[in-house]
């Protein structure tokens, strides 16, 4: 692969001081008539996150899925909203893993620009099978997960 191949990759963020860090641009797309982003598209750049945060990890959500062993759904979500970011900001979704259960996994997640935090979330995802029943998330996962378990405020 040349270099020039290298720079067409699609994006990734990176795990950093035990917080998985993903830039995020705003395009009009994003934003309501007011040229403010669109309250729904805060979940969707933290979704792209955590399946970027899993993907740098070495989750195979892919795989589990085609394997029939399960997949990972929002179980549960509280979200605030502290300021509004506007059309072509540079935004950082910040993950970190809080707290792993048999069948899911807590995650804190932020979206800032700069040093601004625009929302605060908090995300249950359970792991479920492919009839939608909770069951154990694979061992390997887990332990992709421990060294990343944050215990600040």
């Known amino acids: 692969m040349t270099a020039d191949n290298l720079l067409d990759k699609p994006q990734s963020g ?8 993903f830039p995020v641009r705003v ?26 945060f899993l993907r740098v ?10 394997a029939g062993d399960g997949v990972y759904a929002v179980r549960d979500l509280a979200i605030r909203y502290n300021a509004s970011a506007r059309l072509d900001d540079e935004l950082v979704v910040v993950s970190r893993v809080t707290k792993i259960r048999a069948a ?23 792991f479920v099978s492919p009839s939608g029943r909770p069951t154990r998330q694979p061992a390997a996962w887990v332990q992709a997960f421990q060294p990343l378990i944050w215990k600040g405020n």
């Open 14 to 21: 990176r795990v950093a001081d035990g917080e998985h860090r």
């Open 27 to 52: 395009f009009f797309e994003d934003t309501d008539l007011s040229g403010i982003v669109y309250h729904a598209n805060y979940l969707r750049y933290m979704e792209r996150a955590r399946s970027d």
């Open 57 to 66: 990890l070495g989750v195979d959500q892919r795989s589990a899925y085609e």
């Open 104 to 126: 899911s996994v807590l995650i804190h997640q932020r979206v800032m620009r700069g040093i601004t935090i625009l929302t605060d979330a908090s995300v249950e995802a359970a």
